[in-house]
Structures are given as C-alpha cells and as structure tokens.
C-alpha cells in the first residue's frame, strides 16, 4: 500500500522555467491538498480539492495552478517559476474530517 | 479561518524525562479537529495523536497524551518518557469541519539528549 507518492523528490530550477509536480494517492480518498513547507512558518495550504472534479484557493495561491485529473491524480503547476517558490512541497489525501496523510515531500529549489 | 500558534520554537529533554509542548489555537466553529504531527529529519508527516473538539476526554497515544482546554483554547502535548526517536519537529494543526482545512502552527523542535 503506497499511500501518497509524489514524483520528483528533488528538483532544481531556473526562475523562469516552468515544472509540475505529481501527486497520487491510492486510498481512495475524496480530498487532496497541496502545502508548502518554509523554516520557521509551518505548513501552508497551496490549494486544495474537496472532490473530483472541484479545486479551490488556499493560503498562498499565487504563482501556482493545479489540476485533479482523477480521483487518485491531483498535480501541482508552476508556470514561471521565482526564487521565492523555493520550498519544501507536500501532498495530502483525505476523507472528511479523518486525519490528512502526507506523501514524502518535494524538495524544489529555484536559481 | 483558523490559527494556530506554537510559542517554543525549540525545545530539549533528556531521555526518560517529560516534555510538554504548547499550542493555542483560534477558531468560530464549534466543532472541529486538532492534531498533532511528527516531522523527523526523514521529512516525513507522520500522525502522532487526534481530538475531537466535542469529546471532553483528553487523548492519548501510548506515551502521547494531550491536554485540551476547549474554552481557552489551548492543545498542549505531552510526551512521557522521551527517547532517542522522538527527537523531530512538532505541529500543532487544526482542521474545520466546514471546509476540511488544515491550518498549521508553525512547529516546535524537539531534540532528546542521550
């Protein structure tokens, strides 16, 4: 059983470039989100999706866009990438209000 | 929205001592949920107790246990009988019941000294 997984789990940028991370989860989960992880400031909610088919804004949006391809599927754009989106990415899946479980992480860094 | 503050950034305790670490919390809803997750230096989020705002009960997780004071809004955790292991950094979380939010406090180190 896999859980989540997130591919890649390390990636290095040019600010301009754009990249996309990969986050599926085979819990049959209906909501998934998307965090970014920066020292001294927690876990941070990118955007989120409460079902297939529905995504919504969260804490930090700006900069990013994503996509919930299926059920299982929930990516996580960056079009142009900036130095200020270097952070640590963490995916999650859950159902109602039961805890959240967490892929590995994505450690991007951006030049 | 909700808010989560976790005052001590770090925090240190000798093997087979007691720690506890605070969390407050802000929030309008009645019911909600509040968790506390482990990272260790693996990254990882790993789940280390839940509480339902509801129950009056506080949880507890073999050497894991918290104390919730709903009206002042406060989610402490304690961790009995450190080890080695439980050397990560700590966070306080809440989740609506509204909208299945998470929001974060910022963390508190742990290390357990040998």
């Known amino acids: 059983n896999a859980g989540v997984t997130q591919t890649p789990k390390f990636q290095v940028l040019k600010t301009g470039q754009s990249m996309t991370l990969q986050c599926a989860q085979d819990?049959?989960?209906?909501?998934m989100y998307w965090y970014r992880q920066d020292p001294g400031m927690g876990l941070r909610l990118i955007y989120y999706?409460?079902?297939?088919?529905?995504?919504d804004k969260g804490e930090v949006p700006n900069g990013y866009n994503v996509s919930r391809l299926n059920k299982r599927e929930f990516s996580l754009r960056l079009e142009s990438a900036a130095p200020s989106q270097t952070s640590v990415y963490f995916c999650?899946?859950?159902?109602?209000?039961?805890?959240?479980?967490f892929g590995d992480g994505t450690r991007l860094s951006i030049l | 929205a909700q808010t989560v503050t976790q005052s001590q950034p770090e925090m240190s305790v000798q093997e087979a001592e007691t720690v506890t670490l605070s969390c407050t919390y802000d929030?309008?809803?009645?019911?909600?949920?509040l968790f506390w997750y482990k990272q260790p230096p693996s990254r990882q989020m790993i789940l280390v107790i839940r509480?339902?705002?509801?129950?009056?009960q506080n949880a507890t997780e073999n050497r894991f246990s918290v104390n919730f004071q709903k009206a002042a809004k406060s989610f402490s955790l304690k961790i009995s009988d450190s080890q080695l292991g439980d050397t990560a950094m700590y966070f306080c979380?809440?989740?609506?019941?509204?909208?299945?939010?998470?929001?974060f406090g910022a963390g508190t180190t742990v290390t357990v000294r040998a």
């Open positions: 819990m049959n989960h209906n909501s």
């Open positions: 979380a809440s989740l609506s019941s509204n909208d299945y939010k998470l929001s």
């Open positions: 999650a899946s859950s159902v109602g209000n039961q805890p959240q479980h």
């Open positions: 509480q339902e705002a509801y129950k009056q």
């Open positions: 999706s409460a079902s297939e088919g529905t995504t």
């Open positions: 929030t309008s809803e009645n019911n909600y949920y």
